[in-house]
């Protein structure tokens, strides 16, 4: 008859009575370690993150003074745009001042692309190249229906 005490174990081996105790020791050391790492990669986190931060704080004056130079620069050149628009259209029509205006713009603007993209590094100009397609195993099988 079996006996209704309790649920019945296994009865352990006599390897396992034996290493049992050192993979809880084991067990322990790698959460120990674990933790011991995690807690460096924050403290790392942490301290890049506050020194970006103060470092931004420093800079935001200077961010902003400079947004706002480049915005002024902006209005100040179509400003002149405007002016050398009127200021030809006393010597031509108004639409043809515009015109000419605005394809020299366009001609300098292409010339200056095609400049600067002489000027890049060997292996950075754009090109166009094809990705490899990789194709997955599974997708080389053939359908048993397909003809």
């Given at each position: 008859m079996s006996s209704t005490s309790g649920p019945e174990h296994p009865r352990k081996t006599f390897f396992e009575r034996f290493t049992e105790p050192f993979a809880d020791v084991a067990r322990e050391k790698i959460g120990q370690a674990e933790d011991r790492v995690r807690e460096a990669i924050q403290a790392e986190i942490d301290a890049v993150s506050a020194s970006v931060r103060a470092r931004a704080v420093q800079v935001r004056p200077s961010a902003i003074g400079f947004g706002a130079a480049a915005l002024l620069t902006f209005f100040a050149l179509a400003l002149f745009f405007t002016a050398a628009v009127v200021g030809l259209a006393h010597v031509v029509e108004l639409w043809l001042?515009?015109?000419?205006?605005?394809?020299?713009?366009?001609?300098?603007?292409?010339?200056?692309?095609?400049?600067?993209?002489?000027r890049l590094p060997e292996g950075s100009a754009m090109s166009v190249t094809k990705a490899r397609q990789v194709v997955h195993p599974a997708e080389e099988q053939v359908h048993p229906w397909a003809d």
């Open positions: 001042a515009a015109l000419l205006v605005g394809a020299t713009l366009l001609l300098v603007a292409a010339g200056l692309a095609y400049w600067a993209r002489h």
